[in-house]
């Protein structure tokens, strides 16, 4: 299984942007997905997941209604749409996933087996 995350870049607070993580081998139709992000110093942090059919999410309190998680038909992708960033909203965007389905509950980084090499995401004020 290989995710490869992209989408990252510059941007100023207040505007948007959306991450993207598709997945190859035997990622496809991989039941949860989810994005973490880094700042530096920081210990990486749960920004939300998603189940295989789409239509479970949740989302870390600090991005829930700014932030939407997504997955497309076939399961091997999923993308993060980011609006109203904030300052705080950059580090480095990384995509998880795995084979459980129960790691659907799981909010941290030793409940995913798989990983994206991360999209670095920078707000300027």
């Known amino acids: 299984v290989q995710l490869q995350a992209s989408g990252g870049g510059l941007v100023q607070a207040g505007g948007s942007l959306r991450l993207s993580c598709v997945g190859s081998?035997?990622?496809?139709?991989?039941?949860?997905m989810a994005w973490f992000r880094q700042a530096p110093g920081k210990e990486r942090e749960f920004v939300a997941t998603?189940?295989?059919?789409?239509?479970?999410?949740d989302y870390a309190p600090s991005v829930k209604g700014r932030f939407t998680i997504s997955r497309d038909n076939a399961g091997n992708s999923v993308s993060l749409q980011m609006n109203s960033l904030d300052i705080e909203d950059s580090a480095v965007y990384f995509c998880?996933?795995?084979?459980?389905?129960?790691?659907?509950?799981?909010?941290?980084?030793?409940?995913?087996?798989?990983w994206g090499q991360g999209t670095l995401v920078t707000v300027s004020s």
């Open positions: 081998g035997r990622a496809s139709g991989i039941p949860v």
């Open positions: 998880a996933g795995d084979f459980d389905p129960r790691r659907f509950n799981s909010r941290s980084v030793a409940g995913f087996s798989y």
């Open positions: 998603i189940n295989n059919s789409g239509r479970r999410t």
